[in-house]
């Protein structure tokens, strides 16, 4: 399907993408760019990458995809240094979590010779780097692809089919539509996850080590703050405003569910939870 | 070990107590108690209990362990309604998530030859009910003991052991000590994950179903939202400072990372979930 795929951030959805994109055959030849090289040769060790550059100037002749697969704020950023060694016909995609800026700022940058598609796998974990990186990483994940009326129709087609075989169901959507749902069924409890181990941290109880006591809750509700800091400041700098929003629904309920615990108010604190309880049961 | 012990609420702990309490030999006879009938029929045909009754007056005779497993609201009430029944030395223990109120009440109401033990183990799901019950739930768990000055010190000693021959690493503390070191470990991440899926459902993004874009993160994080909303009611309610604090605590939290996305403070930000990626990397 393509000559040569470079993947630049060779992490775990980079790295998972390569193994898929290997396993597929939907690559001859997998090059690996980032700027730790010791992960590099880990990746080029566990066969996720045929080779490594790393310096944007040297990126290989004859490339005909370039996956961006880095924190969000870095991708633009990334394409404008690659983009005059970029032979015409070269595909660009990304798997950001972020969609409305980077496309805009995308179509801003790239000539119509260099066709880019926006995209963004569901999928992934709290866990960073090639080591983290499964062939099966995207199977039966949902993939959001993100054109707008400018995107080339072929390389559109092309990402599709490019998702699919690498098992994603793949929806198209409007970017700033994407960005809305993420920044509340995603980029939102990262945020309260963080917080709240912090919250945790800075409390203190009679000097009593807290961590010593979470349990099996605790634990799976902040299992996402491991996730890399890096990644998420990048979101919530560019999905600012949604991330914004979300968070303030979110401390508006919080308020109300402390006056209801202060005044004592069992009927509406029941019914609150039996709610959450209900639709969390749809969700899983 | 006892003779005839009673479990009052044999749902998930309770249940869970009697499964263990018979694989070790703890006691001869486990009899059941509750509202529920069909869970009881349940719990009986499952070999958790020998028998059930189901009017607090009908307490077979000779029981010498009454363990409460209710939701804490009902506990002290339901030991009184037992209590003109209960024979002298007859042991009562509970296992609920909140202590201080219980303790004070039960020393407060339990004559001199009913001796009470305030036990919480920090074990459990977001299961429900007898079906849920497993023989090795307190398995390397903490069991916090709350005893007073004024608890009998035979009465806590079998408790001690009781609680070892489960599996459960006993510790003795404080009750208040324990409501507010469980305020914040465990009762606040629950009202947090009840607050996200209720944010969740009322948050409309171009009428999107966001329950379909929930991925592995969000139902981590929100997995104990499935927990019985009772259950949770009471303990926001008996144990309402120690939440209301730690909530407000979590809000200003929230309050303060708004203004950092709010303000593009992207330094900040990043400390901010570096940190959190230290703690939780000890909690883990």
Known sequence: MFHRMVVVGVGLVGGSLALAARRRGLAKEIIGYGR?????????????????????????????????????????????????????????????????????????????HIPFVGAHPIAGSEQWGAQAAVPDLFSGRRCILTP?????????????????????????????????????????????????????????????????YCSGGFKDFTRIASSRPEIWRDICLVNRRAIGRSLGHYIKRLELLRRWIRDGEGD?????????????RQIS
Chains 1, 2 share one sequence.
């Not at 660009?92 to 805009?104: F, P, T, W």
Request: hydrophobic share 45%; net charge negative; glycine share 6%.
């Open 268 to 280: 509406l604190l029941e019914r609150e939870f039996a709610q959450a309880n209900e639709v969390r």
């Open 148 to 212: 707008t009326r400018n995107t080339d129709a072929d390389a559109l087609k092309k990402m599709m089919g490019f998702w699919r075989q690498v098992g994603a169901k793949v929806e198209v959507m409007d970017a700033n539509l994407h960005d809305r749902i993420l920044g509340v069924v995603s980029h939102l409890p990262h945020v309260l996850a963080y917080a709240l181990v912090n919250t945790l941290s800075q409390t203190d109880v009679d000097s009593v080590d807290l961590k010593n």
């Open 36 to 112: 730790g090289e010791k992960n590099l040769r880990l990746a080029q060790s566990k066969g996720i990458i045929d080779r490594y550059f790393s310096h944007e100037e040297k990126i290989p002749k004859g490339a005909d995809l370039l996956i961006l697969a880095t924190p969000v704020q870095a991708t633009v950023s990334l394409a404008a240094s690659f983009l005059p060694s970029l032979e015409p016909g070269c595909l660009i995609s990304d798997v950001g979590s972020v969609k409305a800026r980077i496309v805009q700022e995308m179509e801003r940058l790239l000539p119509s």
